[in-house]
């Protein structure tokens, strides 16, 4: 029933008349409205955009150097208490957003619920470890001396976030960068900029000025080059492709000019879970199929591979295509919907491709059936296919598709070198009730999140920090203790306190 009211809150929200243009401090948007379609049905126009032109770029730069010295000094406390407001804004307008998260991302009521929430436990999570980080520390020292390590921001942050969580992703970068006492600019990905400027607005709704933080929708090559190579960029923090972060890595590298800029990326996976023969068969598939189809598979902690240990995989490979006939694919809106569409055509026809490939190469194991209506929108059914090493996988499959690898118990640490091989290392479930496979796994494998008996997607934030190493991304985690120190820097004050000034210190300890 809750879920139904919040259906029907949500269809009132507006769709068709959303908007979205730059949010630069003095401007007014000048460029060609774009349309935005539902991914759920193409035809359905749900809003419009404005692209950023290189003047919003220069201008938002100039605008954000200039603010960025009295937000750094207000106090971080001060700094907490407007993320605060705009979590508790968030909260109360939950089925705007969710809205939102359906219309444009093809989201499903589930996820468009979490997604809020994650969105806000970011800003809570980072106004609490502002608290706590930015309160100088006094240091031990020498006697006649005061020391104290301050943190203070490093400047301009260029915050660049997906489309697979529009709000909560968005939000939590520029929650981090702003809780340090950096000023933003934040480029969405080109899918949600609708959600991106609604997040950006209720940022300035809530107090959060807005030469401090401002709004650049638009391409990778014109706005995100634009910040990237540009000097006056302190940071960029990225979550997307593995490509991508190479890309702007190496355009942070390239510059001539300006500080060496720091980059926090969380990238792509290649997931794998692993059940052994003691695991729970009902269990194992459960977990898989809602790490792999929830959100359509498109999460960066989603199980991509099941490593099945040969005694049960027979059983565990009859239930899977027996859950998978049951999945309801189609309308992200209606509350029995498990899976709706993948987020754009493009992102359809790389997973067709895929599937073709697939039915040359791999044993077909089962896919789930489209509903009704489906045909207007960018759906893929949920598909798995059997495998003889995670090895045939070249590179992330970024939707609904599982696959599935046979091992047997002489080939664990094998097993698991073949998954670190891949190079990426983000998430990995596993399934097992014998603590010493359960151990060694988590001792060999090279993963940031390691998931025990349960689904490996979801992390909680400030409970499960989020993010991985290798392909996967630079660290540190998000919604972790560490993470928002990066934003930052340091500085150590340290003050003669003797009577005498200056040179005491020196007289007494030569
Ligand atoms: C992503 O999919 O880009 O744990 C990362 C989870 C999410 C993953 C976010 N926090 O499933």
Redesign the pocket.
């Known amino acids: 029933d809750a879920l139904r009211d919040l259906a029907a809150a949500m269809n009132s929200a507006g769709a068709g008349s959303w908007t979205a243009s730059p949010l630069v401090a003095g401007t007014q948007p000048a460029g060609e409205k774009i349309a935005v379609t539902n991914p759920a049905d193409r035809r359905e126009t749900v809003g419009h955009w404005q692209a950023s032109t290189s003047a919003d770029v220069e201008r938002a730069l100039a605008n954000a150097v200039a603010a960025q010295p009295g937000w750094d000094a207000t106090p971080a406390s001060s700094r907490a208490a407007l993320l605060e407001h705009a979590a508790d804004l968030l909260e109360a307008r939950m089925p705007a957003y969710m809205a939102m998260c359906t219309k444009e991302a093809g989201k499903t009521l589930a996820d468009g619920i979490a997604e809020v929430r994650e969105a806000v436990d970011f800003l809570r999570y980072y106004a609490l470890q502002a608290r706590e980080h930015f309160a100088p520390i006094a240091l031990p020292g020498p006697t006649g001396e005061s020391n104290q390590l301050q943190l203070a921001g490093r400047g301009v942050f260029a915050c660049i976030s997906?489309w697979?969580?529009p709000l909560a992703?968005f939000l939590g970068q520029i929650a981090a960068a702003l809780a340090a006492g950096n000023t933003v600019i934040a480029k969405p990905a080109e899918q949600t900029n609708l959600i991106g400027f609604a997040a950006v607005k209720l940022m300035h709704d809530a107090g959060i000025p807005q030469d401090v933080l401002q709004y650049l929708p638009g391409d990778g090559a014109t706005v995100g080059a634009a910040l990237t190579r540009d000097p006056r960029v302190a940071g960029v923090c990225f979550?997307g492709s593995t490509e991508t972060a190479r890309l702007i890595n190496r355009a942070l590298a390239s510059r001539e000019a300006g500080p060496i800029a720091t980059l926090i990326a969380?990238t792509g996976g290649q997931n794998a879970m692993i059940a052994d023969s003691s695991s729970l068969p009902e269990q194992v598939v459960k977990d898989a199929l809602g790490s792999a189809f929830t959100s359509a598979g498109q999460?960066?902690?989603a199980a991509r591979v099941l490593l099945v240990q040969d005694d049960i995989a027979d059983k565990v490979i009859g239930m899977l295509a027996g859950a998978m006939a049951e999945l309801k694919v189609g309308d992200p809106g209606l509350p029995s919907t498990d899976v709706g569409p993948v987020i754009d055509t493009e992102a359809k026809c790389v997973l067709d491709e895929h599937a073709a490939k697939m039915q040359g190469s791999a044993k077909f194991i089962a896919r789930a059936t489209l509903g009704e209506g489906t045909q207007h929108g960018t759906f893929f059914a949920p598909t798995a296919w059997e495998l003889k090493s995670i090895a045939e996988l070249d590179r992330e499959k970024f939707g609904p598709a599982l696959h599935v690898v046979r091992w047997k118990a002489d080939e664990l640490d094998a097993l698991i070198d073949t998954i670190n091989a891949t190079g990426y290392g983000l998430t990995l479930g596993i399934h097992s009730r014998i603590d010493a496979t359960i151990d060694r796994i988590v001792a060999r494998a090279k993963v940031g999140n390691i998931y025990v008996n349960r689904n490996q997607?979801?992390?909680v934030v400030g409970v499960q920090p989020?993010g991985g190493q290798g392909l996967s991304g630079t660290g540190p985690k998000a919604g972790g203790p560490h993470y928002l120190p990066r934003f930052a820097t340091e500085k150590t004050v340290t003050v003669n306190t003797t009577a005498a000034g200056g040179n005491a210190s020196l007289l007494t300890l030569g």
């Open positions: 997906p697979n969580f992703i979550t969380e999460r960066c902690s997607i979801g992390a989020f």
